[in-house]
């Protein structure tokens, strides 16, 4: 399981290495509502293009290594404890939005600038995506169990509308 603590700890050494990464996914949903609300077995991150050999030196010196290569929608590392990081490099454009790549070529993930915010995990801020672009990425695909508690928590929270 990936911990509060794991997640600040990784924080720490990708600012260090001065890597801009910003959370998605389950802590990122965590970090929107500013509390831990379930288990989460990994840490979503975004991080700029350019910086990833930067960010892969200072992972891999943390001890984490690759398990998992989607290139260039999303890779993994992990931990030989456990916590696993799921990477998602981006192409940001001059006015702050950004691209990914997806698995079709023709169908990147779009970040429009404004889907870029702020957080909180065990009381640190940390850059995250917004509530709405979290409930844009939770469509098209048949939702687990996680997925049905994060948006049933955005919807208690945030008083929004979610597919699911």
Do not use: K, N
Not at 55 to 81: I, N
């Amino acid at each position: 399981m990936m911990t509060a603590a794991d997640v600040l700890s990784v924080l720490s050494v990708l600012r260090e290495a001065g890597a801009d990464v910003v959370i998605v996914g389950g802590w990122g949903i965590d970090a929107l509502i500013g509390a831990e609300t379930r288990g989460h077995r990994d840490l979503d991150l975004l991080h700029r293009e350019e910086q990833e050999p930067a960010l892969l030196a200072a992972l891999t010196a943390a001890g984490y290594a690759q398990t998992l290569d989607w290139r260039p929608a999303r890779f993994v590392l992990s931990h030989p404890s456990g916590p696993e990081i799921d990477l998602h490099p981006l192409r940001f454009a001059p006015d702050g939005s950004a691209l990914q790549s997806s698995l079709d070529p023709q169908e990147p993930f779009r970040y429009p600038a404004e889907c870029f915010v702020t957080g909180t995990i065990g009381g640190t801020r940390v850059r995250c995506i917004s509530v709405q672009q979290q409930i844009e990425f939770h469509q098209g695909y048949e939702p687990g169990p996680a997925d049905l508690h994060d948006m049933a928590r955005l919807r208690a929270e945030f008083g929004v509308t979610t597919h699911f």
